[in-house]
Protein backbone atom coordinates (compact mmCIF):
# COMPACT_ATOMS: atom_id res chain seq x y z
CA UNK A 1 0.00 0.00 0.00
CA UNK A 2 1.53 3.26 -1.01
CA UNK A 3 1.79 5.83 1.75
CA UNK A 4 -1.38 8.26 2.87
CA UNK A 5 -1.49 12.10 2.46
CA UNK A 6 -4.35 13.70 5.05
CA UNK A 7 -6.57 16.70 3.16
CA UNK A 8 -8.44 19.16 4.24
CA UNK A 9 -11.58 20.70 2.54
CA UNK A 10 -13.86 23.18 3.28
CA UNK A 11 -17.53 22.67 1.68
CA UNK A 12 -20.67 24.77 2.58
CA UNK A 13 -22.67 22.62 4.91
CA UNK A 14 -25.77 22.10 2.69
CA UNK A 15 -23.19 20.41 0.10
CA UNK A 16 -21.80 18.54 2.65
CA UNK A 17 -25.07 16.98 4.27
CA UNK A 18 -25.98 16.10 0.25
CA UNK A 19 -23.04 14.15 0.14
CA UNK A 20 -23.12 12.33 3.27
CA UNK A 21 -26.56 11.40 2.08
CA UNK A 22 -25.49 10.41 -1.65
CA UNK A 23 -22.67 7.81 0.94
CA UNK A 24 -25.21 6.79 2.80
CA UNK A 25 -27.27 5.94 -0.61
CA UNK A 26 -24.36 3.89 -2.24
CA UNK A 27 -22.86 2.70 0.68
CA UNK A 28 -19.78 4.08 1.07
CA UNK A 29 -18.68 3.15 4.40
CA UNK A 30 -16.35 6.32 4.68
CA UNK A 31 -16.18 10.18 3.06
CA UNK A 32 -12.29 9.63 2.18
CA UNK A 33 -13.94 5.93 0.13
CA UNK A 34 -16.51 8.45 -1.84
CA UNK A 35 -13.87 11.21 -2.65
CA UNK A 36 -11.24 8.63 -4.13
CA UNK A 37 -14.04 7.03 -5.79
CA UNK A 38 -14.91 10.62 -7.36
CA UNK A 39 -11.10 11.12 -8.02
CA UNK A 40 -10.89 8.28 -9.96
CA UNK A 41 -13.88 8.52 -11.90
CA UNK A 42 -12.34 12.14 -13.35
CA UNK A 43 -8.81 10.60 -14.05
CA UNK A 44 -10.76 8.17 -16.10
CA UNK A 45 -12.25 10.49 -17.96
CA UNK A 46 -9.36 12.79 -18.89
CA UNK A 47 -7.65 8.96 -20.08
CA UNK A 48 -10.79 9.00 -22.16
CA UNK A 49 -10.28 12.79 -23.10
CA UNK A 50 -6.80 12.29 -24.23
CA UNK A 51 -7.44 9.22 -26.16
CA UNK A 52 -4.79 7.09 -24.37
CA UNK A 53 -5.18 3.30 -24.23
CA UNK A 54 -8.36 2.60 -21.87
CA UNK A 55 -10.74 -0.63 -21.74
CA UNK A 56 -13.83 -0.63 -21.64
CA UNK A 57 -17.33 -2.37 -22.31
CA UNK A 58 -20.48 -1.91 -24.87
CA UNK A 59 -23.67 -3.27 -24.55
CA UNK A 60 -26.13 -4.10 -26.77
CA UNK A 61 -29.86 -4.95 -26.52
CA UNK A 62 -31.11 -6.07 -29.98
CA UNK A 63 -33.93 -8.58 -31.27
CA UNK A 64 -32.37 -11.57 -32.49
CA UNK A 65 -34.99 -12.51 -35.58
CA UNK A 66 -33.83 -9.70 -36.91
CA UNK A 67 -31.26 -11.20 -39.04
CA UNK A 68 -29.90 -8.43 -40.91
CA UNK A 69 -28.75 -6.54 -37.40
CA UNK A 70 -27.28 -9.88 -36.14
CA UNK A 71 -25.03 -10.11 -39.28
CA UNK A 72 -24.50 -6.25 -39.44
CA UNK A 73 -23.57 -6.08 -35.70
CA UNK A 74 -20.94 -9.17 -36.11
CA UNK A 75 -19.49 -7.61 -39.49
CA UNK A 76 -18.72 -4.47 -37.65
CA UNK A 77 -17.20 -6.77 -34.34
CA UNK A 78 -14.93 -8.53 -37.25
CA UNK A 79 -13.87 -4.92 -38.44
CA UNK A 80 -12.56 -3.91 -35.10
CA UNK A 81 -11.12 -7.11 -34.24
CA UNK A 82 -7.71 -5.80 -32.95
CA UNK A 83 -9.69 -3.99 -29.94
CA UNK A 84 -12.08 -6.36 -29.22
CA UNK A 85 -10.88 -8.89 -26.10
CA UNK A 86 -14.22 -10.71 -25.63
CA UNK A 87 -17.84 -10.90 -26.27
CA UNK A 88 -20.57 -12.41 -23.75
CA UNK A 89 -23.97 -12.98 -25.55
CA UNK A 90 -27.16 -13.47 -23.64
CA UNK A 91 -30.00 -14.31 -24.26
CA UNK A 92 -32.76 -12.13 -22.17
CA UNK A 93 -36.00 -13.55 -23.27
CA UNK A 94 -37.19 -15.04 -26.33
CA UNK A 95 -36.99 -12.17 -28.31
CA UNK A 96 -34.01 -9.93 -27.20
CA UNK A 97 -29.93 -11.06 -26.48
CA UNK A 98 -27.51 -8.54 -24.67
CA UNK A 99 -24.44 -8.08 -25.32
CA UNK A 100 -21.35 -7.31 -23.79
CA UNK A 101 -18.45 -6.34 -26.27
CA UNK A 102 -15.02 -5.93 -24.07
CA UNK A 103 -12.76 -3.37 -25.64
CA UNK A 104 -9.20 -2.28 -25.19
CA UNK A 105 -7.04 0.23 -26.78
CA UNK A 106 -7.15 3.97 -28.16
CA UNK A 107 -10.19 5.53 -26.79
CA UNK A 108 -10.60 7.36 -30.38
CA UNK A 109 -10.70 3.66 -31.37
CA UNK A 110 -12.97 2.45 -29.32
CA UNK A 111 -15.44 5.11 -29.70
CA UNK A 112 -15.47 4.69 -33.44
CA UNK A 113 -16.40 1.82 -32.89
CA UNK A 114 -19.29 2.53 -30.54
CA UNK A 115 -20.74 4.80 -33.61
CA UNK A 116 -20.82 1.89 -35.95
CA UNK A 117 -22.48 -0.14 -33.22
CA UNK A 118 -25.10 2.21 -32.41
CA UNK A 119 -25.80 3.41 -35.91
CA UNK A 120 -26.59 -0.22 -37.13
CA UNK A 121 -30.49 -0.41 -37.60
CA UNK A 122 -32.71 -2.48 -35.32
CA UNK A 123 -30.63 -2.12 -32.29
CA UNK A 124 -32.88 -1.75 -29.29
CA UNK A 125 -30.40 0.10 -26.81
CA UNK A 126 -26.58 0.46 -26.27
CA UNK A 127 -24.54 1.97 -23.96
CA UNK A 128 -20.67 2.18 -23.21
CA UNK A 129 -18.80 1.86 -20.15
CA UNK A 130 -15.47 3.49 -20.19
CA UNK A 131 -12.98 2.40 -17.27
CA UNK A 132 -9.44 2.35 -17.14
CA UNK A 133 -6.29 0.00 -17.66
CA UNK A 134 -5.27 0.34 -14.63
CA UNK A 135 -2.07 1.87 -15.54
CA UNK A 136 -2.50 5.22 -14.69
CA UNK A 137 -4.61 5.11 -11.65
CA UNK A 138 -3.57 4.42 -8.26
Avoid at 18 to 39: C, H, M, N, W
Avoid at 80 to 95: E, G, P
Wanted: charged residues 30%; glycine residues 6%; aromatic residues 4%.
Amino acid sequence: MSELARVSISLERRLLDQFDRLLKEEGYPTRSEAVKDLIRKRLVAREWGKGRDVAGAVALVYDHHHRSLVNRLMEIQHDFSRLIVSVQHIHVSHDSCLEFVIVKGRAAEIRRLVTRLRSAKGLKHHALMMTTTGREIS
